[in-house]
């Protein structure tokens, strides 16, 4: 069963914590104070390491962040690309309003679904398997 992988970001200067949704968030990996979102190898790795595993759902969830700036954003889609050349798909969930109106701007929307909460991108992953 492929499980659905959550990326979660808390800003400022934070951690960025990757779990898996489908056992009630259980962590699989960590960083902590990085000023880039975590961009370092080690949650890039942790992203392959859950492709190689055939995990192919991931989100993004942004409750706790304010803005994205060009670097942030730059962080998210290298993400995407990872995710999509391994034919798995990348969602963002919980945009402020500020954050939606950057995604629909830069027309993102095109190549990652934006979801309102957790649990609409849970259902709509959870859709997409059966």
């Known amino acids: ?41 080690r949650v890039r790795g942790t992203i392959k390491d859950e492709l190689s595993k055939g995990n192919r759902h991931f ?11 060009s670097s942030s954003l730059g962080v998210i889609l290298a993400w995407r690309q990872i995710v999509g050349e391994a034919e798995g798909e990348l969602a963002l969930a919980n945009p402020n309003h500020r954050i939606k109106e950057l995604v629909k701007h830069l ?9 309102d909460s957790l649990p609409d991108a849970q259902r709509y992953f959870a859709d997409s398997t059966e």
């Not at 659905?4 to 962590?27: A, C, F, K, M, S």
């Not at 989100?59 to 700036?69: A, H, I, M, P």
């Not at 027309?107 to 979801?115: G, H, Q, S, T």
């Open 107 to 115: 027309r993102l929307e095109a190549i990652m679904k934006v979801f």
């Open 59 to 69: 989100v993004v969830d942004l409750t706790s962040v304010k803005y994205l700036n």
């Open 1 to 41: 069963m492929t499980k659905t992988v959550l990326i979660r970001i808390q800003p400022p200067g934070g951690q960025t914590t990757v779990y898996h949704l489908n056992d009630q968030e259980r962590e699989i990996d960590r960083v902590s104070k990085s000023s880039r979102l975590g961009m370092d190898e």
